[in-house]
């Protein structure tokens, strides 16, 4: 980190948050100091990492490269930014980092299933809804594995399957989804199967539940699922990135969404990002790049009448 850097960060108050009981649910705020939460004009940024639901070397500190690069940016759209966080939750069990229930206690135990990801994120959303009242304002950026849970956020509680919560949430006035996963089932068999692992320890041996949580696969309408939580008063924008670059998932992953969130008639560009799977969010620009975009089109946007 440069000096100027690290002076810039100095501005910002961080304060971690367990916003449940497990040790991995716990989440990261970095705040602007002058900002005053309600204002309807500034933005939040909010991370969700990746790591296929399960890597515990995957953190809400990753985040931390872009949290620097935008809070040191002389970009003017950026600085319509109010604050930061990062969001960590419960992850599935780890073949090469094992754990001994035995000796491994509740709190720190690696086990979750589907629905306990995406329900870990919901309690985390409405946690910093409620202590920090971003409301709606707020654009939702999900790396890998943790761009689906940001779109499976417009099924509303059928991503759930079963898990009960009466929390309301306020969407996101924008999405942005970096190398992400959106048809479980079509990236394994494209994969020849090589992915059957980490998508079994995650949701289970039943394929149909895959093509059930695949937001590509959603046979509802997204746009009209995801108005009975949005009260922003915008239209959603969407961003899906990519890269030729990316050694781990190809374009049609992409493309499969987008074709979705077309046919739904939601906002949706989709951008070409440079280097490999996990580049972009320790590079950091281009992360910036992408919010720098979101929030430049939410600003010239007019109220989503509803029409």
Request: glycine share 8%; hydrophobic share 35%.
């Amino acid at each position: 980190m440069s000096s100027e850097a690290s002076e810039q960060m100095r501005h910002l108050k961080f304060v971690q948050h367990q916003y449940r009981d497990h040790d991995l649910q716990r989440l990261g705020v970095w705040k602007r100091p002058a900002c005053v939460d309600s204002l309807s004009s500034k933005y939040w940024v909010v991370f969700i990492h990746g790591g296929a639901w399960r890597d515990p070397r995957n953190t809400f500190e990753d985040f931390a490269p872009c949290v620097e690069y935008m809070q040191s940016s002389a970009d003017p759209a950026l600085s319509s930014i109010c604050g930061f966080v990062s969001i960590d939750h419960r992850l599935s069990p780890h073949p090469e980092f094992p754990q001994d229930p035995a000796a491994t206690t509740r709190h720190a135990l690696r086990h979750a299933r589907h629905p306990d990801h995406i329900a870990d994120v919901y309690s985390a959303l409405a946690f910093v809804q409620r202590e920090y009242d971003i409301e709606g304002n707020y654009i939702l950026v999900g790396h890998s594995s943790r761009a689906p849970i940001a779109c499976q956020l417009l099924i509303g509680h059928a991503a759930l399957h079963g898990h009960v919560t009466d929390t309301l949430l306020h969407l996101p006035a924008a999405i942005v989804g970096i190398y992400g996963i959106y048809d479980l089932g079509g990236l394994n068999d494209r994969y020849g199967d090589d992915y059957a692992g980490f998508l079994e320890g995650a949701f289970g041996t039943d394929r149909k539940v895959w093509q059930q949580i695949s937001p590509s696969c959603f046979p509802g309408d997204l746009k009209a699922a995801g108005k009975t939580a949005r009260r922003s008063g915008r239209a959603l924008y969407t961003i899906l990135a990519g890269s030729p670059d990316d050694t781990l998932l190809d374009s049609a992953e992409v493309e499969v969404m987008k074709a979705k969130l077309t046919k739904d008639a939601v906002e949706v560009e989709s951008m070409n990002l440079v280097g490999d799977h996990d580049f972009v969010w320790k590079e950091a620009s281009q992360v910036a790049r992408l919010v720098s975009q979101c929030v430049k089109t939410l600003e010239a946007q007019q109220p989503d009448t509803g029409k």
